[in-house]
């Protein structure tokens, strides 16, 4: 059992930047792939991006590329997103999510591929 708690979200201007936190409880949290998806309102979830449960490899939807950057902490069961140069179609609810580690990063950009998800943070982007 994985518990995800995010934090870090808030409401930035245009160009701004902000760095999502999620917290995982479990002594299990290493052997996870962690994942970020977002969910504007009225849209349905969108990955943005993931880790593999070493850090070695990240996966990226292409609308993120050079902006987004996820990073995880095996030692204090921590998982980022450091997000740059903010639009405001970025505003959405940002959910990190755990998958057990089965095959390689980049068949985890689908929802159902993960086990446990958290109750999100909000991330406004004013223009």
């Known amino acids: 059992q994985v518990q995800l708690v995010e934090s870090g979200g808030g409401l930035v201007q245009a160009g701004g930047s902000l760095r999502l936190s999620c917290a995982a409880s479990g002594r299990t949290f290493s052997s996870y792939h962690m994942g970020w998806f977002r969910q504007a309102p009225g849209k349905e979830r969108e990955f943005v991006a993931a880790i593999s449960w070493r850090g070695t490899s990240t996966y990226y939807v292409d609308s993120v590329k050079g902006r987004f950057t996820i990073s995880r902490d095996n030692a204090k069961n921590t998982v980022d997103l450091q997000i740059n140069s903010l639009k405001p179609e970025d505003t959405a609810v940002y959910y990190c999510?755990?998958?057990?580690?089965?095959?390689?990063?980049?068949?985890?950009?689908?929802?159902?591929?993960?086990?446990?998800w958290g109750q999100g943070t909000q991330v406004t982007v004013s223009s």
């Open positions: 999510a755990a998958a057990r580690a089965m095959y390689g990063i980049s068949s985890y950009s689908r929802g159902n591929a993960y086990d446990y």
